[in-house]
């Protein structure tokens, strides 16, 4: 995992997610955007933001050595050019951070559960500025616990084990809301300070169960204060 420390939370949680969702075209060099990574034939690649729009880097000149890789997910920094054609926006490329890029599934047995962990994983009180929620990706900032940050796995899941842990509070589930969990396993590495980090999930493995759905409940277990639900709302379609 690229590691993305706690000293960045001013400066990004608060303006990335409000940034993704502003369509004025407006993007200083300050107010940096989650992205998903596109690869293109010859080693190029492009930019495509949650809600479709893409970014071409027509001047990488500042970063010459990233390597692309197709559905990574990265934070990059850049300032806007003149249009290009094909693409939304022709930018240049300051920076480009690439961040956890794990995958999603339906888990129906408890082999499956146990390799996956249920380690503690924490998350700012106000969590809304640090979370982000469309069809295909799921985006949040997770504090936990870390000396070495390349033992822990993240997933996302909706639990089929019979006889688990309800997904849900008090096992009622709202039937217009997806049951999901965040699970963590942290290979044993639990005895270091808390950190931050930007998770990204690819949704695709859980895609049919959310179709037809107004979001998810997200279900995640932390250190201090139990385990927590949270309520996030799918974009609403124009």
């Known amino acids: 995992m690229k590691k993305f420390g706690l000293f960045l939370i001013a400066a990004i949680a608060v303006t990335a997610f ?9 993007y200083p060099r300050n107010n940096p955007l989650i992205t998903t990574v596109r690869t293109l034939d010859g080693g190029d690649y492009y930019f495509q933001r949650d809600n479709g729009e893409t970014l071409y880097p027509g001047d990488k000149s ?20 003149l249009g290009i054609q094909g693409y939304d926006y022709n930018i240049a490329l300051y920076a480009v951070d690439n961040i956890y890029t794990g995958t999603s599934e339906v888990v129906s047995t408890p082999e499956r559960l146990e390799e996956l962990g249920d380690d503690p994983t924490g998350f700012p009180t106000a969590y809304e500025n640090y979370f982000n929620l469309s ?74 169960r959310l179709e037809g759905k107004k979001g998810i409940t997200l279900r995640i277990k932390t250190r201090e204060n139990g385990t927590k639900y949270l309520k996030l709302d799918l974009p609403q379609e124009k």
């Open 62 to 81: 500042r970063i010459p050595g990233y390597k692309a890789e197709d559905k990574q997910r990265a934070i990059i920094w850049f300032n806007l050019l």
């Open 135 to 208: 069809k295909e990706w799921l985006t949040v900032y997770a504090l936990y616990a870390v000396t070495d940050n390349s033992k822990h796995s993240f997933s996302v899941i909706v639990n089929d084990v019979p006889e688990a842990e309800p997904t849900a509070e008090s096992g009622e589930s709202d039937e217009n809301y997806l049951d999901v969990e965040l699970r963590h396993n942290a290979d044993g590495d639990l005895s270091g300070v808390d950190r931050g980090y930007y998770l990204s999930f690819d949704l695709s493995g859980i895609a049919e």
């Open 18 to 26: 409000t940034s993704c969702n502003d369509d004025d075209g407006d």
